[in-house]
């Protein structure tokens, strides 16, 4: 094998000027080293080893400019957590807080065990779970035969479910894909033929005219239209809200801001984990740790993968804006390799979403947005929607696809120590397939614990918090004589009240920065950005969690909003503006109703 | 639900709501003024510099000075007042609102006039790349945090869009301790008025970049810094002229734009033009019987004017209440020559009003030209002017002798002639 | 000596063209104004230049924390740093109403300054 691997290397980079080694391990594994030209070689050499179905995966270790994908032991982090003793214990220790973490948390809740889950963010869904487009793929896009195209099916069905107990919003209404002319048929017969393999419901061909019925904005009419009516949209955040707060609910412990940097190994059996903050106890480590869960693995001593990075960058448009309300996907130009292709949808909030593209990068925390991925993304959706322009663009950003060589979901127990359970390389369709994930974690870890007991008092049903303005006039009216703050309108452009903010703050998962605030109830997320609706919600972040200015955030601990006070600021209760809301909230109206007036 | 009659609802108690709350007041009509914050003056309030009130009171007033003056008198009115009260929907001319001390109320009006002031653009309305991190403000932000609450916003700051309010909050925030590295203008001339130039950044020698802007943000978390770039004419980067500077804050002047969300709740049309609603002669919109003043039906530079065009906004509600609104099918106001916005869009023969100015923004600065209002080959008033620029606002007033020069058929034209 | 100056007595902005003796750099005339503010802003401007001076205090017990003032008259160039620096140990307690005296003879001008607003 060595040998045809150092042809692979050979054909594709000049090894006098750039020599690379690969290692085979006895599991299969092949390891990369060496310095490449540039990062796509590196990345697109690591690709074609992977190719060969007796490589079980690979380990990119090349560098480009000194840089790599190589684990680096974080030595103080470990030493500081060390030192700082116990934190918690528990019998499942969950890494990362995103939508295949939370559901599995939410999954194993029915159990009689004790689950902790550990989030370096400071909330949950912070990494690909934020950063895509929603969509619940039907599963005509995945290679057949794969563990990913598995899931996906399973879990799209699951979604229904879901969304019921867990009250979030979906919309089940299809996708399409289109051909334009003969040269991208192919493509479509392809994406049917792995449509029928995978046992996608319903899929079928629809004429372009029931199609153009369907969707009434889009002017170009295709040659053919393959259907398929299960697919899905949602909005991947408030997954992942729903399902760890109806794991919080129902006992689960998530540890914000808590990053694991090590996993405790005893004789082959895993102990626990350390933190920045401290050690955990626990039996079984169950790595959901999205981009970075090949180096948690490599903390177990367990790393027989490289999750590579490759952002993906989506515009979103002003609700107004004219488009299809469905997925449509396959376009007349030249697809960028590994990716669904990025198509032109809607959120289920209603905003035109178009994109994601795909770049390969080096740098796991990078989500900065270049001229070239916007590029990308309009000229592709323009063949849908001809003449936008890009200043009609309200929001980009750019998520990171954690894709491991093989491009399939890494699901299983470690083969070398016991306790530990990889759930990795879950990119797209992760979000359609995470319900089946969760399922299959369920049963691997009583593969792992032994069988697990049912609790009596589980609940599964996490109910939807309040939408202030989709409410009637009657209801509105009831809850502001119940709490005066939902008469308060905070955010103009989406019409979020003071008490939703609130709700938001004290919810199981509690939302204390701006972007958590922002992903649960919208505020800041309209035209104006939050330049109105700031300065409120800082004083209400302060109000209830007792910050001072400086240390409430955007979104991680050095995204200070203000960086402090250029005079002394009273601190009355009956002072200022927003400190007399909180009095409403507390039944003194009468008083503020006076202060008003005294003005 | 609390239903209250009103002969004329106002929405938004700035500048402009004031006014005209205030106007239709004395005209003997009942008002009720609506207002979503538990303060009155609106925007004013922050507006801490002074330069207001030059046309209206011969005296260079503080923003919250200039609000002063028209809450004194509101107080002394009989217009009825609900704070902290949020217009959520406006339908068939019956505003839905909500209040933490009311609940749900339903005002039904004979007349509205929108009164809700202007937004700024913000960072998504012009082509900024790379991360999102929290220290990227809009200048009125900006201004909020350190006059209103009294916070610092940043301790070394950037600003991009030489508008008034940027160059303002450029001097604010260097009195106040805050490193100001330079203001970036992606145009070729600035944004605002030439004394705030004056004033504002020589006077702190605080360096003014044309034909400059920024291209990127750096800063996973909090703002590091941004790379400027020089454009050419065609306001394309040049590449090789990047130039990265560090800084925890990035402020925005790059443009109001009229709030609309509940002019377009109210269903009235909005005119590519102003970008604000759709306005004739007596600031009403297409929709009967609702009216616009202030920033909501163009952007203007002085306070002064708004409180005019509010005015105005409330002499034609109250003729729609007393009957006398002008009928006649609406000509069109057309933006001639180096126009770039206007007010009125519409004018109706039949209007009855002593005299009726047009507000005017021009596209490029010229010297020595004429505004010109012409009907076909008809002039109807034409007046001399020094000199234009996008910044100031041209005003052309007629006088009741002028408008008995329109006829009842051929669309109007405003010009800047050379 | 010649020198250019911008008239900051209204939204105008003239473009001020002005004369001063080469030696004491004291006014001798200007122009370019479009009106008579225009000549006295260069005269004060060339041979003692003011500003007037807006800022914020605390305030405790009102609706907001910070109270805008703004200076009675125009002060020294010079002195509007060392005034607004003032403006930062200043609390003051509500109500007050517009036009109180805020701080009396700010950094040594005899100048007072004023409640912008009722609060």
Redesign the interface.
Known sequence: MVKRLKRIIAEYVDTSQFPINATVREDGVVILEGEAPDWKTADELAHRVAKSKKVRNVINHLSCDGKSLAYIPKKELIDQGRALGTLDEADVIIVGAGVIGSGIARELSKYNLDIVVLEKGDDISQGASKANNGMIHSGNAVVPGTLKAKLNVEGNAMYSDWAADLQFEFKRIGSFGLSYNKKDRHTLWLSWIAGRLNKVPGMRFISPDTFLEMEKDVEVRPRRVLYAPTTAYVDGFEVTIALAENAAMNGVRFHLSTEVVDVDVEDGVVRGVVTDRGLVKGRLVINAAGVFADEIAAMAGDQFYTLHPRKGVIAIFDKEKKGPDRSLNGRPYVHQKNTKGGGVQRTVSGNPLWGPNAVEILDK?D?????ED?DYVMGSGSVVCPGTK??E?????AGIRPADYKEDFIIERSRVVRGFIHVAGIQSPGLAAAPAIAKMVEELTADELGKLSRRGDWNPIREKPVVF?KLS??E??RL??EN??????VC??E?I?EGEIVDAIRRPIPAVT?DAIKRRVRATAG??????C??RI??IIMRETGLR?EEV??????????????????D?A????TR??AG?SEGI?QET?A??E?? | MKVIETDIAVIGAGPAGLAAALEASRLGKQVTLIERSDDLGGILQQCIHDGFGLVRFKKQLSGPQYAERFIEKLKASDVSLLLDTTVLSIENKVIRAVSPREGVLEIRPGAIVLAMGCRERTRSQVEIYGTRPSGVMTAGTVQRYINLEGYLPGRRAVILGSGDIGMIMARRMHLEGIEVLGVYELMPEVGGLARNVYQCLIDYDIPLHLSTTVREVFGKERLEGVRVVKVDKNRRPIEGTEEDIACDLLVLSVGLIPENELSRKAGVLISPVTQGPVLDESMMTSVPGIFAAGNVSIVFDLVDYVSDSAEAAARGAVRYLDGQAPSAEPLDVIAGENVASLLPTQYRVDYVGDELSFYLRVRKMESNVRVTLRQGKRVIKSKKQLVVRPAEMVTLTLSREDLTLIEPDTPLEIHIET | MESKLICISCPRGCELLVQTDERTGVFISVEGNACMRGSSFAETEVNHPERMMTSVVSIRGAKHCMLPVISRRPLPKGKLVEAVRAMRSITVEAPVKEGDVIAEDIAGTGIDVIAARSL
Do not use: W
């Open positions: 925390t989500l900065s947005v270049q001229p916007l890009r200043s663009i309200i929001a980009s950003f303005s006039p009657e509105q009216e502001i004589s005066p703050l939902y008469g308060h309108i103009r452009c019409t009240s701006f035209r104006c950005q939050g330049g109105f700031g300065p800082l004083e200015p955030r955007k979104q991680g601990k050095d995204s200070y909003i203000v960086a402090g006070t250029i005079r002394d600021r009273c009355e009956d002072c200022c503006e007399a809301s409403v109206a109703g202060h008003h005294s003005d």
